[in-house]
């Protein structure tokens, strides 16, 4: 069979290519697990086959079509029957769900032979790739394009909508680092205000008391010339905040509790330039210092008080809301049984806002949170 009537160099389709997708993959876990200075995070492409136009030292050029393993932002790995050299530009055809194919310009600079006559081909390319566009990764997932992220590559402003001081605090504490200015708005008429005065990014939550932070963002997408990108965060997963966050208006979703190296690599997706190679370190997990423990403490038994009034006064939008707010900080500090029973008490409030599934559980909510602060 001639190459230009294969689908791909390798002769492969389905399950013999998903096989030797998966023999590699498992290699590469069971190695390194991938470049200390890698900047874009590798996704799964599994492509039988893309076009490519390799252009040949002294002008000639060779059209073929090979197997895709992988895509980033920045580039592509694909498999190819025989050894290719380094330096070589070519353009790779993408295909996008929404523009047709993308022709990608771009420069081999890795041929690693595999096993008999497979080698992966590296190709770097010339210009960022809309990357979220073309694999539309599930939004409720924690799917990086930018591998690692160092906090003082990211600068600039951000919105950040929350009523919850303690979820602001936390914010702040885990981007103290950055060169970030932080703007805040506990509701939307005092965000439609700071918007206006220009921001990289929004990070808006859903549950705003009574309000909802997803009418918000709505409205700004319909507003000619507003061009920021918008991650929502909520510790809320029901099938509404699904539907809400695949607004083509919203670019991202966290999930609370976050971690601060959740927090940085979401803000990274959207403002920080590349990082020089090996730049950057480990960013910190979801537990965080003595110095925020002790301001959230407070902050905690705070909420609880604004709780127990919620139930008294059978408001259930705001129970829910409070209930979120004290899920989002639990595990900080370290109050991991009390995050457990925050989470299923949200889940049973959520869609039918019932109290009477949860107010039998308040006192102990109370309870745990204000033993918490006396230690």
């Not at 005092?190 to 709505?218: P, Q």
Request: negative net charge.
């Amino acid at each position: 069979m001639a190459d230009d009537q294969r689908l791909n160099t390798l002769g492969l389709r389905d399950k013999e290519l998903d096989g030797l997708f998966n023999k590699i993959d498992q290699q590469s876990a069971e190695g390194s697990g991938g470049s200390a200075n890698r900047i874009d995070s590798r996704w799964n492409f599994r492509h039988e086959s893309l076009a490519i136009k390799i252009l040949q030292p002294g002008g000639s050029e060779i059209e073929t079509r090979m197997a895709c393993r992988n895509l980033s932002k920045g580039g592509v790995g694909l498999l190819h029957r025989s050894y290719l050299h380094t330096g070589n530009e070519c353009v790779v055809t993408i295909p996008h769900p929404m523009k047709g194919d993308l022709f990608v310009k771009g420069k081999i600079v890795r041929c690693t032979h595999i096993s008999g006559m497979v080698h992966e081909i590296g190709i770097i390319f010339d210009e960022e790739i809309p990357l979220r566009e073309i694999m539309r990764p599930d939004p409720m997932q924690e799917i990086f394009a930018v591998e690692k992220v160092d906090p003082d590559t990211l600068m600039g402003s951000i919105l950040l909508v929350e009523d919850s001081d303690m979820d602001v605090q936390l914010v702040k504490h885990f981007l103290r680092t950055t060169q970030l200015r932080i703007k805040h708005a506990t509701n939307i008429a005092e965000a439609e205000k700071l918007v206006r005065s220009g921001v990289g990014l929004l990070l808006c939550d859903i549950h705003l008391g009574e309000e909802n932070g997803g009418d918000f963002v709505k409205k700004l997408h319909e507003t000619p010339g507003w061009s920021p990108p918008v991650v929502m965060v909520s510790a809320d997963r029901a099938d509404t905040t699904y539907s809400l966050i695949t607004h083509p208006g919203v670019k991202g979703f966290l999930a609370k509790p976050f971690s601060q190296d959740s927090l940085i690599r979401t803000i990274g997706e959207f403002m920080v330039d590349p990082p020089a190679e090996g730049a950057g370190g480990e960013a910190g997990g979801v537990q965080a210092d003595a110095q925020i423990v002790a301001a959230l403490l407070p902050e905690l038994v705070k909420t609880c008080g604004k709780l127990e009034e919620a139930v008294k006064g059978a408001d259930a939008t705001l129970v829910l809301s409070l209930l979120m707010q004290l899920a989002g900080v639990a595990p900080v500090l370290g109050l991991g049984e009390l995050a457990g029973i925050l989470e299923s008490m949200c889940q049973q409030m959520a869609g039918t806002m019932d109290l009477t599934k949860v107010t039998a559980k308040i006192d102990d909510i109370v309870r745990m949170c204000q033993e918490a602060a006396d230690r």
